[in-house]
């Protein structure tokens, strides 16, 4: 992009969006993460403590955003905890939906009070839906259905931390960190700039995509907000129905070198969040990325929504995914544990990072308490999914697409096909790739009758993944398909 495109998009999102916004773009765009180095890192890393040294966590979690979900976990079982984030902890910028049994966590635990959960819920959809440009409506019900207030989410768990005896520390940004063989030192700098350090049992680096250690490939920026005085209706694709939640949807082709895609949930009465989103390789992020994406937002939102759209609050940010089919970020140490977007281990197809977070914290709370006492290093808890190193591919060939004019429809038309086997195989098979819950077989039985339609899904995996990728791919699924425990019960059943 040259620099009078880039001056354009600012000038333009100022007047429609104020400065801010812009200033908060121009912050994240510049923020390219190199894998090597976290955006505020010591030149000379802290002492790693020696055997023996007092510790004074049992737990200290870098980053207060959706990882502040662990720590009263972990508080309430008797640890001692500390999370420390650079700005205010538990505050967030975003806007959240999920599924169902993705809440069921929140009180199960014993984190929350099932009733305040039940009030978090802003919206729930009869259905959603899919729709290509140019193909098909696919409605599923079950997936995606519940749109949650991201805000109070947060600010009841940040009550909670504090009500259970976890050590806050806002405004206190993370600078470097050394493990030793039984603990690890942390060191911070304070509000004021001075720097210090402490030392815990265990280290969890929550955060997110500014982690050092966030070494995923692929992102997903993704751009828009609140928005009110969007025409309602139903069965009008340019009208919200405040009862239908809108998944993936597509206005137009391949422009730009992205298939960009729409998302919209109706929250509260007369609000919308809106997104527009696209899949890239992490090593092609350019500065000035989100504010084009943004730019782009206003300039098409006519073509997808009617009336007289106001944005009441904007989110945006760029969610890490990992195919898979690289190494994927790991800790160095088996007392740094990886967790959140700075671990990537959700679904790099669908991005949910807060309902694969919303699955995982009980898991992964579990196994630091069970470390804590054992006194050793947890290594890496979160549950990975068999299926991600298959729909991993698929994300590299919607972070990929083909460039040229005439393939402009390629991602639509295979996408449609895609879309419309998987309604074929059932609300539940459909619900449950949506939830990031599909078993191999499944997966293997929908994409292999997708490319019997459209064969040309294999000329676009063998482009991204090359000859011996592409065969590791298939033989992976393959035997994946033939002994994973699923197709052995399948068969039994
Ligand atoms: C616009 C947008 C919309 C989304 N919508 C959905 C959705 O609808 N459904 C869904 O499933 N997922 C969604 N996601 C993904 C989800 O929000 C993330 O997966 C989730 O927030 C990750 O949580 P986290 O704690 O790992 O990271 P974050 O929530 O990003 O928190 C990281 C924290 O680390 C702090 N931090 C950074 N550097 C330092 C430092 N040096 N020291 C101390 N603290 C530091 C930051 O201040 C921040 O508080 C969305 C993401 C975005 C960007």
Same mark, same amino acid.
């Given at each position: 992009m040259t620099m009078q495109a880039a001056h354009r998009d600012a000038d333009f999102l100022r007047e429609i969006a104020g400065p801010e916004l812009v200033e908060r773009l121009k912050f994240l765009d510049a923020s390219i993460p190199t894998?090597?180095?976290?955006?505020?890192?010591?030149?000379?890393?802290?002492?790693?403590?020696?055997?023996?040294?007092?510790?004074?966590?049992?737990?200290?979690? %870098?980053g207060g955003g959706l990882s502040l979900l662990l720590a009263p976990v972990l508080a309430a079982r008797g640890l001692r905890v500390a999370v420390f984030d650079r700005g205010h902890i538990g505050a967030v910028h975003r806007e959240w939906n999920c599924s169902a049994e993705e809440l069921a966590p929140l009180w199960e635990t014993g984190l929350l009070p099932r009733e305040t959960v039940d009030a978090l819920v802003l919206n729930r959809y009869r259905h959603g839906f899919c729709r290509w440009h140019g193909g098909g409506t696919y409605p599923v019900t079950g997936a995606l259905d519940h749109a949650v207030d991201a805000s109070a989410l947060l600010e009841a768990v940040r009550s909670r931390a504090e009500a259970t005896g976890v050590r806050l520390y806002d405004r206190h940004p993370v600078i470097g960190d050394a493990a030793g063989p039984d603990a690890v030192r942390v060191a911070?700098?304070?509000?004021?700039?001075?720097?210090?350090?402490?030392?815990?049992?265990?280290?969890?680096?929550a955060r997110g995509s500014a982690s050092p250690r966030a070494r995923a490939d692929l992102t997903c920026p993704t751009v828009g907000g609140v928005f009110t005085g969007l025409a309602e209706g139903a069965d009008d694709p340019q009208r919200i129905d405040p009862t239908v939640g809108e998944i993936l949807v597509t206005t137009e082709g391949i422009v730009e070198g992205r298939q960009h895609i729409w998302e919209a949930f109706p929250g509260r009465r007369g609000e919308t969040t809106l997104y527009l989103f696209a899949y890239e390789p992490m090593a092609s992020r350019r500065p000035g990325d989100l504010t084009r994406l943004y730019a782009r937002f206003f300039e098409r939102l006519p073509d997808?929504?009617?009336?007289?759209?106001?944005?009441?609050?904007?989110?945006?940010?760029?969610?890490?995914?990992?195919?898979?089919?690289?190494?994927?970020?790991?800790?160095?140490?088996?007392?740094?544990?990886?967790?959140?977007?700075?671990?990537?281990?959700?679904?790099?197809?669908t991005f949910c990072g807060f309902g694969k977070m919303l699955r995982s914290f009980g898991p992964v709370a579990d196994a630091l308490v069970h470390a804590v006492w054992k006194g050793v290093g947890p290594g890496d808890p979160t549950p990975e999914e068999p299926i991600h190193s298959l729909t991993g591919a698929l994300a590299l060939v919607m972070a990929r697409p083909p460039t040229a004019p005439e393939s402009v429809d390629s991602l639509n038309t295979l996408l449609d096909a895609a879309f419309r086997r998987l309604h074929g195989l059932g609300d539940a098979a459909y619900r449950d790739l949506i939830r990031d819950r599909l078993d191999v077989r499944r997966f293997v039985k929908f994409a292999w009758s997708t490319s019997r339609e459209r064969p040309e899904v294999y000329d676009a995996v063998f482009r991204v993944l090359g000859p011996m990728g592409a065969a590791r791919w298939g033989?992976?699924?393959?035997?994946?398909?033939?002994?994973?425990?699923? %197709?052995?019960a399948a068969d039994a059943g």
């Open positions: 894998g090597a180095a976290g955006f505020l890192s010591l030149p000379v890393p802290p002492a790693a403590p020696v055997r023996g040294d007092h510790c004074d966590f049992d737990v200290v979690i %870098a911070f700098q304070t509000p004021e700039g001075a720097s210090s350090a402490v030392t815990a049992r265990i280290f969890v680096d997808y929504k009617r009336g007289d759209a106001r944005m009441v609050r904007p989110t945006f940010g760029h969610i890490p995914g990992w195919s898979r089919q690289v190494p994927g970020p790991v800790s160095e140490h088996p007392r740094i544990v990886l967790f959140g977007d700075a671990a990537a281990r959700h679904s790099p197809l033989l992976g699924a393959a035997t994946r398909a033939l002994f994973s425990p699923t %197709a052995a």
